[in-house]
């Protein structure tokens, strides 16, 4: 998951992601959230508003998604998760 600190358009932003637990979909479209009984930060991010997060299958790299308002968005991609 993603948090960010936001206090207007113009930064500052900073971010983090953390390991906070799973969110699974069974076939029958059941979806479980498991979550981490100890959370841990994976990455901060000073300077960036990550917001978005998504582990691809079969790679240990997340895309982390940004959004600096005025500043523009990029595209990360950091070893957060498991292959």
Same mark, same amino acid.
């Given at each position: +998951?993603?948090? =960010?600190?936001? #206090?207007?358009?113009? /930064? !500052?932003?900073?971010? #983090?992601?953390?390991?906070?637990? &799973?969110? /699974?979909?069974?076939? =029958? *479209? &059941? $979806? &479980? $959230? =498991?979550?981490? !009984?100890?959370? %841990? $930060?994976?990455?901060?991010? !000073?300077?960036?508003?990550?917001? @978005? $997060?998504?582990?691809?299958?079969? %790679?240990?790299? #997340?895309?982390?998604? %940004? ?8 595209? &990360? @991609? +950091?070893?957060?998760? *498991? #292959?």
């Amino acid at each position: +998951m993603s948090s =960010a600190s936001d #206090a207007s358009d113009d /930064t !500052p932003f900073d971010s #983090a992601v953390s390991d906070a637990g &799973r969110v /699974t979909v069974s076939a =029958a *479209g &059941r $979806v &479980r $959230v =498991a979550l981490a !009984p100890h959370p %841990t $930060v994976l990455g901060a991010f !000073p300077g960036y508003k990550a917001e @978005a $997060v998504e582990c691809p299958p079969g %790679t240990s790299d #997340a895309l982390l998604g %940004t959004d600096d308002e005025n500043l523009g968005g990029y595209v &990360r @991609a +950091m070893p957060f998760c *498991g #292959a």
